[in-house]
């Protein structure tokens, strides 16, 4: 089974790197991408996460906001 992985950045351009350099994990994870802690927030409570990757300086909610959202 795949791992499941959330990566969190408010950078659109830092996740698109991401998801280009770790491509080639593809059969083993499967990864989505979100925009800042509120939608990261949206899509976990639609779907279920192995692992959560967080931006620790973001607005609205900086990273450690949101990890403790995740909690």
């Known amino acids: 089974m795949k791992k499941r992985i959330l990566f969190v950045d408010d950078e659109p351009k830092v996740l698109e790197g991401l998801g280009r350099m770790l491509r080639v994990m593809r059969d083993e994870w499967e990864m989505r991408f979100a925009t800042g802690g509120p939608e990261a927030l949206e899509i976990m409570a639609a779907e279920p996460f192995d692992l959560v990757i967080t931006d620790m300086r ?10 403790k959202e995740v909690r």
């Open 58 to 67: 973001m607005p609205v909610m900086n990273g450690l906001e949101f990890l």
